[in-house]
């Protein structure tokens, strides 16, 4: 049993490698000074409750990878989002992106069962918010291949992986990098270092975590984790959300109105 787990978990992680390098969309990315994302995905509601409370404590956004088929319900995550949490973030500014429907691996399915995710998730955000522009994507479990990246990819602005890494030069819209934000390894200098390589290599750092609490599951962090990252990134340089960021380098509709790259 061990031995089959084992060639099941290095099939799956031979998919993930094999998509991140094939059916690309390639794009420069360069924000002098650098921009940093902070994301969540799932949307646990301490997600919202606490970790967008930070971010606004010092005047920023975040992006939200949302799957709908989680509305109302409760997980290892604790106690997902509701309706009026989903309506208040979309309210205040804060980015409503895409995480499929039934929180499915993209890398397990086929292009038309990802379609399918994709569609029904659209609609009930578009039943949610009156029909938002939801133009970015993040792949539940980081699951990345190519037929996953050949549904998606020209769907939305950017797919986003779980790549570590500073996203700088040429860059892969079909699969962006991403760093973690766990307090089980949290390491805040190692997590501040990424920061300053994107102010010196005028590249995007995109974090993700899931539950914001202060006794998180092993895939969140705690409010005071979070806000100690949060406080670093604000003082350096531009945070904004996925939406915002693209918009601001020309690769996804108008700039945004606040916080644009600098020239």
Known sequence: MKRQLMRVTFAARLVREIGGFLCTRPAKIAWPGGVVSFTFDDFPRSAWVNGGAVLEKYGRRGTYYTAMGMVGSENHLGPMFDLDD??????????????????????????????????RNAAALAEALGAPSISNFAYPFGGVSLS??????????????????????????????????????????????????????SGWVIFYTHDVAEEPSPFGC??????????????????????????????????????????
């Open 148 to 201: 996953a990246k050949s549904a998606l990819a020209t769907r939305f602005a950017s797919c986003r992986g779980t790549a570590r890494g500073v996203n700088h030069g040429t860059v892969d819209l079909a699969d962006l990098r991403s760093t973690s934000l766990y307090s089980r390894d949290f390491d805040r200098e190692r997590l501040c270092q990424l920061i300053d390589d994107a102010q010196a290599t």
């Open 222 to 263: 705690t409010p005071g984790d979070f806000q100690s990252i949060v406080a670093y990134a604000a003082a350096n340089m531009p945070v904004l959300p996925v939406r915002d960021v693209l918009g601001g380098l020309g690769l996804a509709g108008d700039q945004p109105a606040t916080e644009k790259r600098a020239a």
């Open 86 to 119: 989903l309506r208040a973030a979309h309210a205040q500014g804060h980015e409503i992106a895409c995480h499929t429907y039934h929180h499915r691996d993209c890398a397990r399915l086929t292009p038309d069962d990802i379609a399918g995710e994709v569609d």
